[in-house]
């Protein structure tokens, strides 16, 4: 049977870090799936760091968009992170509707696997309004996203300063 859990939290509170020592606390071999497209070189750097803090048990899959073409039956997998996979649609489509229905799809077929998957999203949606439109849009199609993982998760966490506080 198949579990979903949820980590979601702002910028630097300790997401990606706590995930990944709940799926080692799950499982000896986890697998860990990038979703990030890497756009430049401060970005690389931080791929890196997070490439070194990981050991040599997990197995590391890179995958910008179709998650479901992964095998991941009878495994606990870290998926890091969702906001980066919506961003990879976003920008394919332009479009906030078609992107998000994509990524609703993309989603349940993906977790119609028997495994455990672990989840990393950040809150954007808790500071101000953007200016920008794009921002806004982005901030909408991420929220609703949430939303739809939030609704199908058997757990939801969010970290605060480095503190996870149960939501579901």
Not at 49 to 59: A, L, T
Not at 67 to 96: H, M, P, Q
Request: proline share 2%.
């Amino acid at each position: 049977m198949s579990k979903i859990i949820l980590i979601t939290g702002g910028q630097r509170s300790g997401k990606s870090t706590y995930a990944e020592q709940l799926a080692l606390s799950l499982s000896p071999r986890p697998i860990y799936i990038a979703t990030a497209h890497v756009w430049d070189d401060e970005f690389r750097q931080r791929v890196i760091k997070h490439q070194e803090r990981r050991g040599p048990e997990w197995e590391n899959i890179e995958e910008e968009r179709q998650l479901s073409k992964i095998d991941v039956e009878g495994r606990t997998v870290l998926i890091d992170c969702l906001t980066l996979w919506a961003t990879n649609y976003f920008f394919d489509t332009r479009d906030t509707g078609t992107a998000l229905h994509m990524l609703c799809d993309e989603f349940d077929r993906f977790t119609r696997q028997d495994a455990t998957f672990i989840f990393v999203t950040n809150e954007i949606g808790l500071g101000g309004v953007s200016p920008d439109a794009v921002q806004r849009h982005f901030t909408d199609l991420l929220g609703w996203l949430n939303q739809h993982v939030a609704a199908r998760a058997d757990e939801v966490i969010m970290m605060v300063s480095g503190i996870a506080v149960k939501i579901k």
